[in-house]
């Protein structure tokens, strides 16, 4: 269902653009729904966070990516369990989604 050009006052994305193949598609698309002066809001995991710079730091992988759906616990330490990793093909920093 498509909706008319500046319907919207306020779109929300909540967690959802990292699992998008073509996000800046999704970025157009609320751009054109939006009203003048409309509002977006769309939170995902922040590849910069502390906890993934600091497990980098030590070797680790980040925390909302995996390199293998198979084996989902590669790369994380021995406490993360396999139920908490992500699989998300998009990251981003802040001000990459800036």
Request: aromatic residues 14%.
């Amino acid at each position: 269902m498509a909706f008319e050009d500046n319907k919207f006052d306020l779109a929300v994305s909540n967690q959802v653009l990292e699992h998008i193949e073509k996000p800046e598609l999704c970025l157009k698309e609320v751009l054109r729904v939006l009203r003048p002066g409309g509002l977006a809001l769309f939170t995902t995991p922040n590849l910069a966070a502390w906890y993934n710079r600091l497990g980098l730091l030590f070797g680790y992988q980040p925390f909302n990516y995996t390199p293998s759906p198979e084996y989902r616990n590669i790369g994380f330490p021995k406490f993360v369990k396999k139920n908490n990793i992500y699989d998300h093909p998009r990251v981003f920093t802040h001000k990459a989604l800036k």
